[in-house]
């Protein structure tokens, strides 16, 4: 099992944290909204993290009156901003990299090219 040292709820228990039927749950894992997690014995078992999902699940149903397709659909282009701007970071951290090394290659360079002239100024060395 992935989550390893992190607590898991049975259905009974997030049923009543979450103050709904056991069968919603079993409807939202039907639709493909949850995918709890399965004991050898088949019993379900949910993460914090499948929780705080439920709880948007809930959320975007009872406050803002989403319908399950719309759900689906709003918790799919959730997940796909949410790994754009995963990429959007890796290419941010790539390219302050490759700036910050370029910067300190050109700044190793130029100095090499730069020599006191007898007068104080700086010339460029000729090669």
Excluded: C, W
């Amino acid at each position: 099992m992935a989550n390893k040292g992190k607590p898991l709820f049975m259905i009974s228990v997030v049923s009543e944290m979450l103050g709904i039927h056991p069968q919603t749950l079993r409807l939202y894992e039907r639709e493909g909204l949850i995918v709890p997690s399965r004991t050898e014995g088949n019993t379900r078992l949910y993460s914090e993290e499948d929780i705080e999902r439920l709880r948007t699940i809930l959320s975007l149903t009872r406050d803002l009156g989403v319908n399950l397709a719309g759900v689906e659909v709003i918790l799919s282009m959730r997940e796909k901003m949410e790994k754009m701007q995963q990429v959007m970071i890796e290419m941010m951290n790539y390219i302050q990299y490759h700036m910050a090394k370029e910067a300190e290659e050109a700044k190793k360079n130029s100095s090499s090219f730069l020599v006191k002239a007898s007068k104080g100024g700086i010339v460029k060395a000729e090669d």
